[in-house]
């Protein structure tokens, strides 16, 4: 079993920037692969981004070129740095972590109950 507990969800003006954390803890995997999604009441959850045991990344169009994903493996936490947040970045951000697949398999899965371990989640409201 895999823990995971985020932090670093914040209110911040649009143009700012937030780095949230997700703190990993369990059972270690090799081919480890974990990412963010966010959710947001009335719409579909969405897979921001992932990473994998390779280092590789994948992104969501939406946050591309904005959000960056990363990893301290001695620490086991996992980071988002967010910069030039929108107000349509608003969301409950939720870490999850799996297995066996890669990053960019996974970014199409993360947000799915099967995908894996999830998060609590933390809430970033940019206005």
């Known amino acids: 079993h895999v823990q995971l507990v985020e932090s670093g969800g914040d209110s911040v003006q649009a143009g700012g920037s937030l780095r949230l954390s997700c703190a990993a803890s369990?059972?270690?995997?090799?081919?480890?692969?974990m990412g963010w999604f966010r959710q947001v009441p009335g719409k579909e959850r969405e897979g921001l981004a992932t990473l994998d045991w390779r280092g590789i990344t994948a992104y969501a169009d939406s946050v591309k070129g904005r959000f960056t994903i990363s990893k301290d493996n001695d620490k086991n936490i996992l980071y988002l740095q967010m910069d030039s947040l929108t107000p349509e970045d608003t969301g409950t951000y939720r870490c999850?972590?799996?297995?066996?697949?890669?990053?960019?398999?996974?970014?199409?899965?993360?947000?799915?109950?099967?995908?894996?371990?999830w998060g609590e989640g933390t809430q970033v409201t940019v206005s």
């Open positions: 369990g059972r270690n995997y090799v081919k480890w692969c």
């Open positions: 999850a972590a799996s297995w066996d697949v890669t990053a960019p398999a996974a970014l199409g899965r993360i947000s799915s109950p099967e995908f894996g371990y």
